[in-house]
């Protein structure tokens, strides 16, 4: 089955510069792989997806990054605002059924 | 479109008592997910629902915890007999009839076990 890595699982940056966290996943046959963001006390909440279709997806400040031949993606936040500090999740589905495989997630601590 | 809603938003219960945690998917949702997180960890599946349906229950104990999705009303997750060690956040989430990976989150419940 799908099993899903996420590093690191704390970051520290200094405000306005860009953060980068990665997954990798196991399973070639993985082919959505979301990325959620979780504020203190508050649910997760989906901030950015990508097909196994395309390699690049932006959102203003946001992005993700697919390399299906290593088989990792990536989120990158550019021009980080306190407000991005948050517990960030990266998932991919599984090889059947729509779920979602998660990874352990990600502390990402903006300072100003 | 109302979001995936959950009752109660927090539930204390004493060791031995019984807690039914609820969740109203959004509209046009089928497909709901329950999720337990502990205090600075992260979301661990516990079961996938359908309609009159259980997809997959791998991540649930095997004592005490059980779920439903009836035909109608909400998804419950029942767990008996709590434990302190039951004590964390309850989230659940639901994603479109069998076509869509997106699962969207409700607000969770966190239970309490004194």
Not at chain 2, 8 to 31: D, N
Request: some cysteine; charged content about 25%.
């Amino acid at each position: 089955g799908e099993n899903v890595e996420q590093h690191p699982s704390t970051l520290s940056v200094q405000e306005g510069d860009s953060a980068v966290i990665k997954c990798t996943y196991s399973d070639s046959a993985s082919n959505y792989f979301p990325w959620y963001k979780q504020e203190l006390g508050k649910r997760p909440q989906l901030i950015i997806d990508i097909r196994s279709n395309v390699g690049e997806k932006k959102d203003q400040r946001i992005a993700v990054t697919l390399n299906k031949t290593a088989k990792h993606f990536s989120l990158h936040i550019t021009e980080t605002q306190p407000e991005d500090s948050a517990v960030y999740f990266c998932a991919a589905t599984a090889d059947s059924n729509y779920q979602l495989i998660w990874g352990a997630g990600t502390k990402l601590i903006i300072k100003p | 479109n109302a979001g995936v809603m959950q009752n109660p938003r927090h539930l204390v219960r004493r060791r031995g008592q019984e807690a039914r945690l609820r969740c109203s998917p959004m509209k046009g949702h089928s497909h709901v997910y329950w999720y337990r997180q502990l205090p600075e960890e992260g979301l661990k599946f516990m079961v996938y629902l359908q309609k009159e349906n259980i997809i997959d229950e791998s991540g649930m104990p095997k004592e005490r915890f059980s779920a439903e999705f009836p035909k109608e009303g909400p998804s419950i997750l029942r767990i008996q007999q709590v434990v302190r060690g039951d004590s964390a956040a309850y989230f659940c989430a639901s994603s479109r009839d069998g076509t869509s990976y997106e699962q969207y989150f409700g607000p969770g419940t966190r239970l309490t076990v004194t």
